[in-house]
């Protein structure tokens, strides 16, 4: 790794901490639902007949009405997803049933690759003539990405190297093909992954030439002249043929150092982010900060929805206009949230600072894990603000990217509540948890007892063989107005020990140490930006970290003549029944009575408003119960 | 005809009607501009050489990007509605030119018609294997049926009867290939429109077999077993394959008597609607009543935009579910509210009432002319009723049957101002005009004195050789509270006279009698019925006929920051500059402001709102001046 003289924090091993209370029951659903669920889809779609050598290929099988399968060029990506969600699952729940069932899979990937170390099923399988020729298009570096991510898994998670073996010497074909050098290929990939793939590998395996490798794609991209243009003049087509794929698309219409502004399709902009804070972070390469910094602001101060979703176009599975944020129609794909997670999570790399993980708890907590249902068994891929009531979570999806992203990111997420620097442990994220770090100074382990995000009180307890120094920071989310925070009893100044948003102590700390930190969870109501049309005279209420919505099931039809006025101020929280301590919030509001309007379509009388009761749920569980409409945008009363 | 001793109103013939004023100046345009236009584009999309025998066929030609024309199977009906525009604009402005390459299409079409008198270009030229195999998709019949409408225009705006005779040939064949007898095909059209044209025919030919055949399509429509199965097995593809083809697209699932709910794709249904009205005034048919009554207080109770405006989804090219009028992602084309004219005017064959002719002005005066750019030369296809800036009017269009349609209309527009019965005279739409209408008793000039729709003043003089008896009805508008009624000075009691909402005169007219009506043109507030989310908190402003919008070149960025109160009644009325004499409406508003928000995208703080003055304008005319912003339904301030 290069030598650093400042702040470098990496996320904790999976396994390094035990996740309990809210995050512990969403991972109990991935292990006892969601993880067998994604392999019997996979298997479904007829993945394996494409990776597994001792069946026929199936050929070319294009997807039909009544589809009952296919081959594709990014299934290696949907089945390494799984198996990485497998990987964290066992290590939380051991299952030898699914254990084996990957085994199985990692055993075809190892018949299946080819000497030389190439693995990309479709193009050893299905179209071999085809192989490397389109890198723009045909996903075999994004395969190979998730692939690497799945194997350093379940490495981690198992012990076992053969699927980490096998993906080094792919790596290693990909080192001795891609690059400056004489003979080799000047390209990268169209659909970003692989950059964040291999700074993963090169941490687990100590190995410098597969961050280096990151390293060359993220300094690439973009450079002129444009390697996508040569690439289509080789292939005979045309560069800007196709809408979708004008550079800006993937992100290659300039080099990523020039990039200020979010464009393009959301997840491929997020993966490739991702991969450029993780080089800064190992190289501690400030020429990537303004791009970053200028990035973060673009996304989050003009193109981001309430709920951390972003992408609001399905046309281009992507960004628009700023401050374009449709509601009903928003497209805010589950990848693309789990995607600025992702990105967020590697901005606090270079140190702690609540501008990175207020969004990613922002968008954790609702973007994302709105795509995945209480239970663990249903889907959704879009995430819309509104719904008429037509919009269900899905069983599968046919381009199924996001079913195991969510889930992977669920099984993984002990390691986006901590970062580990050499004499500091950051903590992101709230949660019952113990997180057991590897400091400079020694083992240190650290509870987490909370109900949060239910509830805003949490107990901090610090283990140590010996004393030792080391900073703890605390984040102190912004809308946390009155938090406070004390140790062994002994309530510290916040103002004077917070830097970034994050309370640090350092310190010499003794075992049974403990912190006390009080986040007052008081629903609030959020506006947004008058540039944003579509939000208008609306108001949205989070608690906490949660966005909060209305649904069809615990209000009458017609959200939309809900309208709250100062209600907030006198409502109540409620548990909602069979979601693990869920809380509702119930508030007084204004409903705009239909009555007297006969079969008019349009007249001029005003309607009439009289007081009624409104619940809001967490947006993260709705649909979880009965199907109907959803609102998070209510119409705001002007002038209670 | 078959007889009848009920009223039986017929629109009058275009040529029978002189018009100036407000539709003087649209009908201006159309002949100076767009009636070229239209040929022009018809030359480069290349369908003149799909139908010019002395050139060779173009074979099958894909639409490609950076398009230059192609085939297809719909060109006839372009190059039709074309025609049928320049013969309106012929009788209002000679152009030897136009008329010239009218003539010559029609020498194409002539030389194209087989010994039979099958005419369809595509299956002539270009697939004649294919003819009449897929009524469902192909568009055969739907394209004579414009060519008929064109044919019976061409012939009695220039007494030329080639075309006529080419058509009633045609006609001929269908009449024998179609029907319920030995050998004949027992189908009907995909896309309905040759209903409505075979009664055109009829009663410019005086031939009951054209009438017949007519009645046949709207008898056979949706009989069971329904006719696309049995063709879809006999072409061997899945009846039920693309959704866009399920039955209700094009309302073939139930016989046309038993239908209640408008479905499906929105011209196609206007047009078969429109087909049964004529049948049912042409038969005095009453089985055809609860239907057309059923539907039409379906789409307009239901299913309708405040604009005319209907079919709000672009999937289907029409109607979703009911009370879903999405004001952005409007598809609203303007061929839909250019039927629902049509249907509207034929609603009225059976007697005036202005529950159809109020709606018919409604679609006319906005979703229809919207379609069409004042000065003449460009169009839209879909007219939502907010943007924020993307959407201008189009130069052409790929599928350009909109840009004829409204051309069409615009220049006819006098056959939908007066229906006529024996002893009868009905005037639906007011505007500077003079009628020649043959009664029972004699002939009648009617002309109307009137800067309407600005002023809603109407001066009519009757102009007889000797004194007549028959019965003038005049349209009350529903909007028009207060309206006032005298006859030579003599005001009447409007309430004693008016039936369905019409002023029914029936006295022996005079030369040289009087008529003068008051309607009172007073900006009013339009709520949506609260089933319609997206309207709801909104308020719409109308004028008389007119709705208003607000655009950005006349208000500043962020037309949702406008709230109107109680300013309606505050508001001005000016002449917009260069628009001979539009109307815009000045109010009083709140405006809400953005200061102060900085680069936030959402906070807790609620915008504040300062007094500001708003200008709108008429929804037809937006986007014919600067491009930008649009808004029909403005956000209302609940408690002013």
Same mark, same amino acid.
């Given at each position: 790794?290069a030598?650093?003289?400042t ?14 209370g ?22 479904e779609?007829?993945m394996?007949?494409?990776i597994d ?9 294009i ?13 290696d ?12 699952? #066992? ?19 190892e ?6 170390g ?27 990405g998730?692939?690497?991510?799945a ?5 981690q998670?198992?012990?076992? $190297?053969?699927?980490l ?7 290693d ?9 004489? /003979?080799?290929?000047?390209g ?9 793939a291999?700074?993963? #590998?090169?941490?687990?395996? !100590? ?5 280096d490798?990151a390293?060359?794609?993220v ?21 800007k ?14 080099p ?11 997840v491929r902009?997020?993966y490739i982010? =991702? !991969? ?10 400030d020429s ?6 200028? %990035?973060?602001n ?12 972003? /992408? ?5 599975e ?6 374009? #944020? ?10 693309? =949230? ?11 790399? $270079? ?11 922002q ?6 894990? *709105?795509? %995945?249902? $209480?239970?663990g ?9 509104e ?5 269900? %979570? ?24 901590y970062?580990?620097?050499?004499h ?9 948890s ?24 949490? @107990?901090l ?10 900073? #703890? ?18 309530r ?6 917070t ?11 003794h075992?049974?140490?403990?912190? $006390?930190?009080? %986040?007052?969870?008081?629903?609030? *109501?959020l506006?947004?930006?008058?540039k ?12 906490g970290?949660?966005v ?8 009458a ?15 109540q ?7 693990n ?14 009555e007297?309007?006969g ?5 001029? @009388? *005003?309607p ?9 749920v967490?947006y ?15 119409r705001?009363?002007r002038?209670p």
């Amino acid at each position: 790794m290069a030598q650093s003289t400042t702040r470098q924090f990496r996320p904790l091993p999976v396994p390094s901490v035990d996740v309990a209370g809210f995050w512990g029951d969403w991972q109990e659903a991935v292990c006892d639902e969601t993880a067998a669920i994604l392999l019997d889809r996979c298997v479904e779609a007829r993945m394996l007949e494409q990776i597994d050598i001792n069946v026929p290929s199936p050929g070319l099988v294009i997807p039909v009405v009544g589809w009952l399968g296919t081959t594709q060029m990014f299934w290696d990506s949907d089945l390494a997803k799984s198996i990485e969600t497998i990987a964290y699952s #066992l290590y939380r729940k051991p299952n030898p049933e699914l254990e084996a069932r990957a085994d199985a899979i990692i055993d075809m990937y190892e018949r299946l690759q080819e000497p030389d170390g190439y693995l990309g099923s479709f193009f050893i399988r299905i179209w071999p003539e085809e192989r490397w020729t389109n890198l723009r298009d045909f996903h075999e570096l994004y395969c190979a990405g998730h692939m690497i991510e799945a194997a350093v898994a379940y490495f981690q998670a198992t012990g076992k $190297r053969k699927f980490l073996d096998i993906m080094c010497r792919y790596a290693d074909l990909i080192i001795e093909k891609f690059g400056r050098g004489p /003979g080799q290929m000047r390209g990268y990939c169209g659909h970003e992954e692989i950059e964040l793939a291999l700074v993963r #590998l090169a941490r687990v395996t !100590g190995e410098q030439k597969y961050m280096d490798l990151a390293r060359y794609f993220v300094d690439e991209r973009g450079q002129q002249p444009n390697y996508f243009i040569d690439e289509a003049k080789r292939g005979g087509w045309d560069p800007k043929g196709v809408q979708a794929h004008v550079f800006e698309y993937n992100q290659s219409h300039q080099p990523l150092r020039d990039q200020r502004k979010v464009v393009g399709h959301a997840v491929r902009a997020m993966y490739i982010y =991702s !991969g450029m804070a993780d080089i800064a972070t190992e190289y501690n390469d400030d020429s990537l900060t303004p791009a970053l910094e200028a %990035l973060w602001n673009d996304l989050t101060q003009k193109q981001m929805y309430l709920t951390g979703g972003i /992408g609001p176009a399905a046309s281009n599975e992507g960004f628009t206009d700023y401050y374009d #944020l449709p509601n009903e129609s928003a497209y805010a794909e589950t990848c693309a =949230s789990v995607g600025l997670v992702f990105w967020a999570n590697r901005m606090l790399g $270079r140190g702690p600072n609540r501008l990175y993980a207020d969004t990613m708890e922002q968008a954790l907590y609702n973007g994302a894990i *709105a795509g %995945l249902s $209480r239970d663990g068994k249903t889907f959704f891929y879009e995430n819309p603000l509104e719904r008429a009531g037509k919009h269900h %979570l899905w069983i599968w999806h046919r381009c199924p990217c996001c079913p195991p992203n969510i889930a992977r990111l669920v099984a993984s997420i002990g390691s986006y509540m901590y970062g580990v620097a050499d004499h500091e442990i950051a903590v992101h994220l709230y949660g019952e948890s113990t997180a057991r770090v590897e400091l400079s100074g020694g083992e240190v382990t650290l509870t987490q007892q909370t109900q949060y995000p239910w509830d805003g009180a949490i @107990a901090l307890t610090v283990a140590v063989a010996k004393p030792t120094t080391f900073a #703890l920071s605390l984040r102190i989310p912004a809308w946390a107005k009155g938090a406070a925070i004390a140790i062994d009893g002994q309530r510290l100044e916040l103002d004077d020990i917070t830097t970034d948003g994050y309370a640090r102590m350092e310190r010499e700390w003794h075992a049974g140490d403990s912190v $006390r930190l009080d %986040l007052p969870l008081v629903p609030r *109501a959020l506006r947004a930006n008058p540039k944003v049309r579509q939000d208008a005279g609306r108001v949205a209420v989070m608690r906490g970290p949660l966005v909060y919505c209305l649904e069809g099931t615990d209000n009458a039809v017609g959200l939309n003549s809900i309208l709250l006025g100062d209600g907030l101020g006198r409502s109540q929280t409620a548990t909602i029944p069979n979601f693990n301590g869920a809380i509702a919030i119930d508030l007084p509001v204004l409903r705009e009575v239909a009555e007297g309007w006969g079969d008019a379509l349009y007249a001029e @009388a *005003a309607p009439t408003a009289e007081p009624d009761t409104a619940r809001m749920v967490p947006y993260h569980l709705w649909d979880n119960r009965e199907p109907g409409e959803m609102l998070v945008w209510l119409r705001a009363d002007r002038q209670p």
